[in-house]
């Protein structure tokens, strides 16, 4: 498992990243947003109350990530083409999104995560952004294993001084969200809406376990930890 100052490292390595890009300039934003199979939102209302639950982290990432299988909580995107979520999805033809300001106020503690690229698109980095409920488990978790990020002041996704929030545009934002979400709450309260027939690309779904997700070993940018990861890796990894 990677330390803490392990992950800070990746941190720094982000950071970096994002400075030699070309496409370093933020972008403002309204929603996080999380694209699912239409199936997974009825379920949500006709058999869960109307509450979306964390799920335990997998193994996406970085394989040895202290967070993988240890806390649960909800991927959402953030970023935004001309100020607006991305027209496809990978991931399901419904799209739920949440005003990211009523995200940060339920879970406004923010941690650097990780730092990656997938071994089907080295091209695309991503960082994993972890936000937690003041005092929860997940909260104390983080703060044990994981470097703190000041919400007003980080390069990946950042609130200012007159409340506008910014997300990177030289890398994908990945937030973990470790807590559950009342959907018929915040969708009465018109802080969030659901929007269906989003148009899909590739499989147009996933699933739980990370294969698809994991992090490439051999690249120059985010992998500096390879060889310690060949020496450390149990023949046996169990993808959660």
């Known amino acids: 498992m990677l330390t803490k100052d392990d992950v800070s490292l990746l941190q720094e390595a982000a ?8 496409y370093r300039v933020a972008k403002c934003i309204t929603y996080l947003y999380r694209n699912k199979p239409q199936e997974y939102f009825h379920a949500i209302f006709s ?4 509450i979306m639950k964390t799920y335990l982290k997998d193994a996406s990432g970085d394989l ?24 496809r999805s990978p991931y399901g033809d419904t799209r739920v ?72 545009s030289a890398i994908f934002v990945d937030v973990f969200v470790t807590e559950d979400l009342n959907m018929k709450n915040i969708i009465r309260r018109r802080v ?31 992998d500096m930890f390879f060889v310690r990861f060949l020496a450390e890796r149990p023949d046996s990894y169990e993808v959660y």
């Not at 950071?15 to 070309?22: D, I, K, P, R």
């Not at 659901?194 to 698809?212: A, D, F, Y």
């Open 97 to 168: 999104l949440i005003r990211a300001e009523e995200v940060f106020r339920l879970t406004p503690n923010m941690f650097f995560g990780d730092f990656y690229c997938m071994l089907n698109n080295q091209d695309t980095h991503h960082v994993t952004v972890v936000l937690t409920k003041s005092g929860s488990s997940a909260d104390q978790f983080c703060n044990r294993h994981l470097p703190r990020l000041d919400i007003y002041s980080n390069p990946f996704l950042y609130k200012d001084n007159k409340g506008h929030i910014w997300v990177s």
């Open 47 to 50: 058999e869960r109350g109307g």
């Open 15 to 22: 950071e970096w990243y994002q400075q030699l890009s070309q």
């Open 192 to 222: 969030a809406k659901i929007e269906h027939s989003v148009p899909t690309r590739g499989l147009g779904r996933t699933s739980q376990g990370g294969q698809m997700g994991i992090k490439t070993d051999d690249c120059e940018k985010c």
């Open 64 to 87: 040895r990530s202290p967070i993988n299988g240890e806390i649960c909580g909800l991927f959402f995107s953030a970023n935004v083409i001309h100020g607006k979520p991305f027209p």
